[in-house]
């Protein structure tokens, strides 16, 4: 039996930098990590958390069923090359061009009652993320005035 796995913690260590977006905490890593600051030293918290559902077009049965016919006919195509390349010659060449067909028509039929499924209850498409309102950069304490200090030279550089 394998141990359970640790429950997550907040880390701990004093606090070097605090920067709007993730890209500026992370730049500030790796500024550490290229002047050879030992960065396992370093933790990137995000604080202030939200969801995000970045909406990004109407979904319509005609979309999810073509999106769904040319994943099938996609791995129709696969299966019939693979086994009309290792069938032997009795194999038909057309094997790929059948299974993509009925591997689209598959895909359609799954597209349609997966759409049927929701009732109309989620007709868009969207990305979904967390962000965070600010994230900082901390360090353990031992080390900690180094890294400020090298910080310190990037946003002289930057500012």
Same mark, same amino acid.
């Given at each position: 039996? /394998?141990?359970?796995?640790?429950?997550?913690?907040?880390?701990?260590?004093?606090?070097?930098?605090?920067?709007? #977006?993730?890209?500026?905490?992370?730049?500030? =890593?790796?500024?550490?990590?290229?002047?050879? @600051?030992?960065?396992?030293? =370093? #933790?990137? *918290?995000? #604080?202030?958390?939200?969801?995000?559902?970045?909406? #990004?077009?109407?979904? !319509?049965?005609?979309?999810?069923?073509?999106?769904?016919?040319? /994943? +099938?006919?996609?791995?129709?195509? @696969?299966? +019939? !090359?693979? %086994?009309?390349? @290792?069938?032997?010659?009795?194999v038909s060449l057309l094997l790929p061009l059948l299974t993509a067909l009925v591997g689209a028509a598959f895909g359609a039929a799954s597209g349609w009652a997966a759409?049927?499924? !929701?009732?109309?209850?989620?007709? @868009? /498409?969207?990305? /979904? +993320?967390? *962000?965070?309102?600010?994230?900082? %950069? *901390?360090?353990?304490?031992? *080390?900690?005035?180094?890294?400020?200090?090298?910080?310190?030279?990037?946003?002289?550089?930057?500012?």
């Open positions: 039996m /394998t141990p359970p796995l640790p429950l997550p913690e907040l880390p701990s260590g004093m606090p070097i930098g605090t920067y709007p #977006t993730y890209a500026k905490a992370q730049e500030a =890593v790796d500024y550490l990590s290229d002047h050879e @600051f030992a960065v396992e030293n =370093v #933790t990137i *918290v995000g #604080t202030d958390l939200r969801l995000v559902e970045q909406v #990004t077009g109407r979904l !319509t049965r005609g979309k999810v069923i073509g999106a769904a016919a040319l /994943t +099938g006919a996609i791995w129709g195509l @696969f299966i +019939g !090359t693979v %086994v009309m390349l @290792f069938g032997g010659s009795e759409y049927a499924a !929701t009732g109309g209850k989620r007709d @868009f /498409t969207s990305n /979904t +993320g967390v *962000v965070a309102r600010s994230y900082e %950069v *901390v360090c353990k304490a031992a *080390v900690a005035e180094d890294a400020r200090n090298l910080l310190g030279h990037l946003a002289l550089r930057d500012g």
